[in-house]
């Protein structure tokens, strides 16, 4: 016991500096995925038949294949074609290209929930297609996908722990440098597993508190 | 039926198909100015496309259509700004389920007529009071009763300022009780000049408001008059049994 | 002959300094965790196979003890808990016996002694004659490593570096990668690994150093386990007295 | 054509992880198969305590990325069994799976009509027996859907094993980069025969689906 | 109503609550065998809890029961085996979902009666003959109309060869087109000598088929007799007003 404490005391403050790489990868990446998975989703739905498909090719590629790879490829890879990201970039762009991905699926699928009747009744008052799709197709839908966008929000703050092996000091390159470190890879592991635990417990919450405030009567679904 | 006045609308021989399903087979039509012509036919006839031609939702296939003597089936006619002047209203209301009453009655001002927020919001207001609801101004649609949906429709689409109105079974979704608030609402607007097509089987509204009741089916117009001439003589033997199908329905339902 | 399943299981700890090699002499194998990645100690072929200094070194060691080598490749950082978890009879992965690792597992004596180089790219203009002239540079090592500590202790400890300009990789490739991509300056390693990649990725060597290791190259063995190390030992022993260690260094390109 | 035959090699030489891959893929579904199912039936039809366990067991495991599950299971399990580190890294991801497995499957037995236990009962047979033949079959076909969607995952999660050296895909394919020192074709290659793998899964996935909808 | 045999099913003074509510206050019943008793009464007053009780799905609270001398509600008795002897058929036939028709008949045969697929399999067509279903032994619940279902439902439980058989209102989920079907079905089971217990509003089957009608309501038998009895001369207001009720609703229904 005396000895986990001392444990604990050694590797508490590397493991914080960890969280807050963590944080700020799965935040700078999930707000790039939005930047992504907006745009794409749109053009899934409503872009022409040419966009549709390679929208679609993009997606495949990046849910067809390991996240891990993506990194490697994106970070040891691209050099050899003569581009050069530094590893917080590549971290970056990696995870949120693959969020992208995911998001612009839910997306897509907020979208087609939104109705038809919704288009029809914009078109009837004199709205272009774009507008239509800019201020009432796309507030709904925003909405409706609150809940998947929640998930993906949790599943990223887990996702990151691949950049350790980028050798990007986040939470769980931490735990690995330290477990090597203290010979103790199950304490440490452990102690990492209830970090993980309350951030995306965290996140949960605070999640939940933005669809109760975003709720709107009737549109999206009852929230509690 | 003939006015002095140029008409308003003036449909001449339009087609529509549908894949295999050849909708419109050559319709025409004339509407006067302050005119409320009440289309009726059975189902699948063709009334909500046709609707949707004439607002060019989905352009006929052939066939020319002038609005105000504007041919607006003509080759580079912005459909956008011809749907400005026409007001349409749907059988399922199809209000922005994520803005108010008034949200939705103000998104179209600020966005399409391009209004100030304050004045949107004036207009907006003013045209809730028409329709009598400016107490529910705050409401979500999903928080309003079918007629108070259907009410604040025709505020949404009197807020563009349409030149004529169209009404695509506007009472049909909407329980026996509630049917009443929108007909009082639509008669009003009959009574202060509005141009309106409506397709409807509430024969007492036709009786009362229409100046002309056109019947329809298999895509032609069959029959058209007076309510009187067609409830009372009509020409042709579908359309007396059609009518009197409806009515006994209509008496039935209540 | 009696069944000790409770002692037979390579996962249990070994209770006393006995049984360990007669576990494996029975079993007719030994096995022995390394990490791949290390030319020209350990590397896996194009076909597949492991070979390199340390491999050769083991198998030459297993013919010794009549027993089969089974080859366990895993993560460098990973190696002594798995021996510490008795997941592994030994470790050969160029690893030096430092006082830490030596609380959690025993250590033969060295088979090889050792040098590290600090490596940097073809057009970096530093020059280090020592090794804390590395101060202030950004620096790859590999997790779990000598050096890694080395450079925690004497360059970060010691305020002369800051802790975000050193990089802990979970491969010596990766960081020798990254210092040929530019991504960092420097780069510390062992010696002979270092120059092989230097050679391949276009690096160069700025200094080769006794001062940052720790000693020399040792087989780590479970904690306690005794009459093994004294086998391993013995036969090292006879291996660098008969010249077996050297031949085997030369066929593998080590001087 | 140097380029040409330096791919041959490599693409034959990553080949031979596909194989570990799949191998490592299979065993992490079923033992994630046999935890779900349990903890699903532990959930609706065990007794509290039981609930309780096989919840925070969902809740925690789902809320920890799966490379530290495996991190923390490859050294536990190590403790007690010896293992290769293919059956370490392969338990270990079925474990995860088993949590998100556990969470289809609540689903799926909850979505079979209460009558059908009931209907199972009025003939005489046990809660068990109901269970298992009248239950089960049923809330299998319902699962189907999020179970192919969990299998492309976890094909695809499998890289992660190669954090404790199994020879998979990636391990394989960091292993020539390591040697040639050409990661972008070893990682390219990796990528692509991940791609074929999930393009395939997903193909077989729905053919079993279309194969044994279940009509309600 | 005095016959020297045995009674096949005895059920003295039974209770049963669900939480706060008590759905049955002392019912006793006793059945001779061979005999159709049909069971009516307002919706709520037990009806279905009394039948749950009898093959134990739900077990009374208090009271007692024999079926063929045996007290299957002393301790020590497996429920299991009692359901094996008294066949249950439900208003939504709880066909099993993932198996065919004979597939529904089959499994209580191997998985409980442990016959072997051989048998099973012609023990299961004999009984989809009984009920007229042989060329729809391979189709799934999902491909089957609602008679043809029930009538897969009552060939399942009559495979489990029972002593005595529960009717929950078998037709209630029916059109009335389908409710014949399945009422021949029961009424030639009847004819072959097989005690049942109907829950049933049916009540042309209950006149031909009934040897008793059981008035139940509030947790209690207010009155019971034989159909003759009970339809022309009830001895209670209450069950007069009922069955005339229920009389009315039939044959308006149809
Ligand atoms: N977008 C479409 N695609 C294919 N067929 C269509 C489409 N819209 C309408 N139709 C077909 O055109 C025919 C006429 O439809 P329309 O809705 O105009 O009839 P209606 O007179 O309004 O009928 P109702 O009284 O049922 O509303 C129908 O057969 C319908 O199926
Ligand atoms: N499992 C249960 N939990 C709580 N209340 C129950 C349960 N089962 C039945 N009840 C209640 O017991 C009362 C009697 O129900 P029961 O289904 O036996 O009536 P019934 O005579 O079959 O009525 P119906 O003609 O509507 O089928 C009802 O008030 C019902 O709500
Ligand atoms: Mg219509
Ligand atoms: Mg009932």
Request: proline fraction near 5%; glycine fraction near 8%; hydrophobic fraction near 50%.
């Amino acid at each position: 016991m005396e000895s986990f404490v001392q444990l604990l005391n050694n590797v508490l403050p590397s493991l914080l500096q960890g969280v807050g790489v963590t944080l700020q990868i799965a935040a700078v990446s999930l707000l790039l995925g939005m930047a992504i998975g907006l745009p794409v989703g749109v053009g899934r739905v409503y872009g022409p038949r040419w966009l549709q498909r390679a929208l679609a090719a993009y997606i495949t590629l990046f849910q067809g294949t390991p996240l891990l790879i993506q990194l490697f490829l994106v970070y040891y890879g691209l050099p050899d074609l003569g581009l050069t990201l530094g590893r917080m970039e590549a971290a970056f762009l990696t995870l949120g290209l693959n969020s992208g991905a995911y998001q612009a699926e839910y997306l897509r699928g907020a979208l087609q929930s939104v109705g038809e009747g919704q288009m029809t009744a914009a078109r009837a008052i004199g709205m272009s297609k774009w507008l239509a799709v800019r201020s009432i197709i796309l507030p709904q839908a925003l909405r409706l996908v609150l809940p998947a966008w929640s998930n993906e929000a949790i599943a990223m703050l887990k996702y990151t722990a691949v950049v350790f092996l980028i050798a990007v000091p986040d939470l769980m390159g931490q735990a690995k440098i330290l477990s090597s470190r203290y010979f103790a890879p199950i304490p440490i592991y452990m102690i990492v597993a209830v970090f993980y635990i309350v951030l995306v417990g965290a996140t949960y919450l605070l999640l939940r508190q933005l669809e109760r405030k975003l709720h709107i009567p009737g549109l999206t679904g009852e929230t509690h | 039926m003939s006015t002095a006045t140029a008409p308003i609308l003036r449909i001449e021989n339009i087609y529509k198909s549908f894949g295999e399903t050849h909708v419109l087979t050559g319709i025409s039509l004339t509407v006067q100015p302050q005119e409320v012509v009440v289309l009726v036919g059975p189902s699948g006839s063709g009334k909500s496309t046709l609707l949707r031609c004439i607002n060019l939702l989905s352009p006929p296939d052939s066939g020319r259509i002038w609005l105000e003597e504007q041919e607006i089936t003509a080759p580079g006619v912005n459909p956008d700004k011809v749907r400005q002047r026409i007001g349409m209203v749907f059988q399922d209301f199809n209000l922005f389920n994520h803005l108010t009453a008034l949200g939705n009655v103000m998104i179209g001002l600020t966005k399409v007529r391009k209004m100030s927020k304050k004045e949107a919001h004036d207009l907006a207001m003013f045209e809730l009071e028409r329709v009598g609801l400016v107490d529910r101004a705050h409401h979500y649609p999903a928080q309003l009763s079918g007629g108070q949906k259907q009410r604040v429709a025709i505020a949404r689409a009197l807020g563009m300022d349409p030149h004529m109105m169209l009404f695509d079974e506007p009472t049909s979704a909407l329980d026996p009780e509630l049917t009443g608030e929108v007909l009082e609402v639509m008669q009003q607007l009959a009574r202060e000049g509005m141009t309106m097509i409506v397709v409807s089987h509430e024969m007492g509204f036709a009786r009362q408001v229409a100046s002309r009741v056109v019947f329809m089916e298999g895509g032609v117009v069959v029959e058209e008059g007076t309510p009187t001439q067609m409830f009372e003589q009509p020409v042709h033997e579908r359309t007396r049994v059609f009518l009197r199908k409806i009515a006994d329905m209509d008496s039935g339902g209540r | 002959t009696a069944v000790q399943p409770a002692a037979q299981r390579p996962g249990a700890a070994p209770a006393e300094g006995s049984g360990k090699l007669a576990q494996i002499k029975a079993a007719g194998k030994i096995v022995v965790g390394t990490s791949a990645d290390y030319p020209p100690y350990e590397s896996i072929d194009a076909d597949g196979n492991f070979v390199g200094f340390d491999m050769d070194l083991i198998r030459a060691i297993g013919e010794r003890m009549g027993v089969e080598v089974e080859i366990q490749d895993m993560p460098f950082d990973s190696l002594i808990a798995a021996v510490q978890e008795g997941k592994l009879d030994a470790v050969i992965a160029a690893m030096q016996a430092t006082a830490e690792r030596e609380e959690k597992v025993d250590f033969t004596i060295p088979y090889r002694m050792t040098k590290d180089a600090f490596a940097a790219a073809q057009d970096s203009t530093l020059v280090m004659e020592k090794p804390e002239d590395a101060a202030g540079h950004s620096i790859g090592v590999q997790t779990g490593t000598v050096q890694e500590r080395w450079v925690q202790e004497n360059l970060v400890a010691t305020g002369l570096t800051p802790a975000d300009k050193v990089f802990s990789y979970e491969r010596a490739d990766q960081a020798a990668l990254d210092v040929a991509n530019g991504r960092i300056e420097l780069l510390l390693m062992d010696a002979e690994p270092a120059m092989e990649l230097a050679k391949q990725t276009g690096l160069k060597i700025l200094l080769i150093t006794e001062s940052t290791a720790e000693g020399g190259k040792s087989i780590a063995i479970p904690k306690g386990a005794s009459d093994l190390k004294a086998e391993l030992d013995r036969i090292i022993q006879e291996m660098l007295e008969d010249g077996t260690i050297q031949r085997i260094q030369e066929a593998n390109g080590l001087p | 054509m140097d380029v040409v035959q330096n791919l041959v090699t490599t693409f034959n030489f990553i080949l031979q992880g596909v194989w570990v891959t799949i191998g490592v893929t299979l065993v992490a579904l079923s033992v994630g198969l046999v935890f779900g199912v349990a903890m699903a039936m532990a959930r609706v039809y065990g007794p509290p305590f039981l609930q309780a366990v096989a919840a925070v067991y969902s809740v925690i495991v789902r809320a920890v990325p799966v490379v530290v599950i495996i991190f923390i299971l490859f050294f536990v399990i190590a403790r007690f069994v010896n293992l290769s580190p293919f059956w370490a890294g392969s338990l270990a991801l079925g474990f995860a799976s088993g949590a998100y497995q556990s969470e289809i499957f609540r689903g799926a037995f909850q979505a079979v009509p209460p009558g059908q236990m009931i209907a199972a009962r009025a003939i005489g047979m046990s809660k068990l027996q109901a269970i298992q033949s009248i239950i089960l079959p049923q809330a299998v076909r319902l699962a189907l859907p999020a179970w192919g969607n969990e299998a492309t995952l976890v094909l695809k999660d499998s890289t992660l094993v190669f954090v404790v050296g199994v020879p998979e895909i990636l391990r394989r394919a960091q292993q020539v980069s390591a040697r040639t020192l050409e990661p972008f074709m070893a990682f390219s290659v990796a990528m692509l025969l991940y791609l074929i793998l999930t393009l395939v899964t997903t193909q077989v996935l729905q053919w079993f689906e279309r194969r044994y909808r279940l009509q309600m």
